[in-house]
């Protein structure tokens, strides 16, 4: 069976790379170090937006997340170096114990020279030899197990290395990852922090107390144009409007001012200011119409209600005579005393007649 190989130089080589790397990532973390102590002086100054705090805290998670990552490869790679120890040890043993084998082979295949041998008795001989060594097809059985057992050990320890390659190469590719993150993270923040940085030049050349005098001067000759303008103006129109009363006299000059006067900011206020107390009258009136009409509908039903009274008093009238005379023929005394009583209900119904009609309007 053959051994199996030892660190070559392909490892030697990937310890340099590692090397390498942890060299990129500490000059990494030193930029990024830089640029936290860029920002931390950038926000005592009181210059930033939100937006750089939480990219300042994405940076945080990434730095915290890569220094686990380099914890578990730091792990994994102790336990892959004591794994290659054991691994090495255990092919020694294992030479070792083929180098004892192949020797034992060799001493039960050789023939013995009978002439060499001392002349012994057979018993004395088998009991001589027999205490001392034990079988030989038994002592083959007892290597080939411990063999078969070294075997099996070196197997499960190399799937064990295995394993531990795989992690530590997705561990790398994590790592890798998270370093392209950082970095794109780095990128991204960098140029905030230029277009921040150029915001800020701008706005300081903008407030410079040179710049914003020259503006305040500007704007001062300015406002002395238009005010010489506005001068002029006005004296062009003064000489015009005395050119034309000159021209047409006092009537024309009343005239011109009048019509002046109807095109002015004043005259459309007073148009407005008429045409809202129109709409408020029109809209009294309306309101005066519709009282008109609801009295109206109201005089209607009491005169209604009055015709209904009337007729119904003249029905009373009616009875009240009728049950009179009829009392009278019977000759009945006391039908006298109750003639009055329906007389006086109808004194009592028409006062009401005269209140009803005073509420009728004229």
Known sequence: MASLPGPSGTESAGAMGRADEARGQAESSQKIEDLMEMVKKLQKAGSLEPRVEVLINRINEVQQAKKKASEELGEARTVWEALQKELDSLNGEKVHLKEILSKKQAVHRTPRDPAHLP?????????????????????????????QEKEAEAQRKQTMLQECKDRISALNSQIEEEKNKQRQLRLDFEEQLEDLMGQHKDLWEFHKPERLALEIGALDSSKEQLLKEEKLVEAKLEDVKHRLCSQFGATGCSAITEGLFLRSQEAATV????????????????????????????????????????????KLEVQV?????????????????????????????????????????S
Do not use: I, W, Y
């Open 119 to 147: 002349l012994r008795k057979p018993c004395a001989l088998m009991g001589s030899v027999a205490p001392s060594l034990p079988p030989p097809a038994e002592t083959l059985r007892t290597l080939r197990l411990h063999c």
């Open 271 to 314: 148009v407005h200011l008429f045409e809202e107390e129109n709409r408020k009258a029109q809209e009294l009136l309306e309101a005066a119409a519709q009282r008109q009409e609801q009295l109206q509908q109201k005089c209607q039903q009491l005169q209604q209600k009055r015709q209904r009274l009337k007729e119904e008093l003249e």
């Open 321 to 361: 005579p009728a049950q009179g005379q009829s009392k009278q023929e019977e000759g009945t005394g006391p039908g006298e005393a109750a003639n009055p009583k329906p007389l006086g209900v109808s004194e009592e119904k028409d006062p009401e007649l005269p209140t009803k009609q005073g509420l009728m309007p």
